[in-house]
Nanobody, 122 residues
């Protein structure tokens, strides 16, 4: 079992910044792609950013240039620096990880964190 624990959410005014963290622990042989997703009230969960084990990042146009994802492979931790926040960035932010639990198998699994709430006031 792998646990993902997010932190760093909160209330911020439009134009402000927040930094989210997500730490993975448990039975992990290797960690593959990790990422952040968000879900606003009444909407579907959407991609915010992903990062490979090699550090390649991917963002949708809605956050490109404002958000930066980073990763500490030694700690199995990812971060999301969010700048120039807008009210439409409000939502619950979820961490996601694809990992290989054991060296004896190439099967990978997916895990989700419990989410952290980000509220951006106008």
């Amino acid at each position: 079992q792998v646990q993902l624990v997010e932190s760093g959410g909160g209330l911020v005014q439009a134009g402000g910044s927040l930094r989210l963290s997500c730490a993975a622990s448990g039975s992990i042989f290797s960690m593959n792609i990790m990422g952040w997703y968000r879900q606003a009230p009444g909407k579907q969960r959407e991609l915010v950013a992903t990062i490979t084990s090699g550090g390649s990042a991917n963002y949708p146009d809605s956050v490109k240039g404002r958000f930066t994802i980073s990763r500490d492979n030694a700690k199995n931790t990812i971060y999301l620096q969010m700048n120039s926040l807008k009210p439409e960035d409000t939502g619950v932010y979820f961490c996601n990880a694809n990992y290989r639990p054991a060296s004896t198998s190439y099967v990978t699994r997916n895990a989700w964190g419990q989410g952290t709430l980000v509220t951006v006031s106008s």
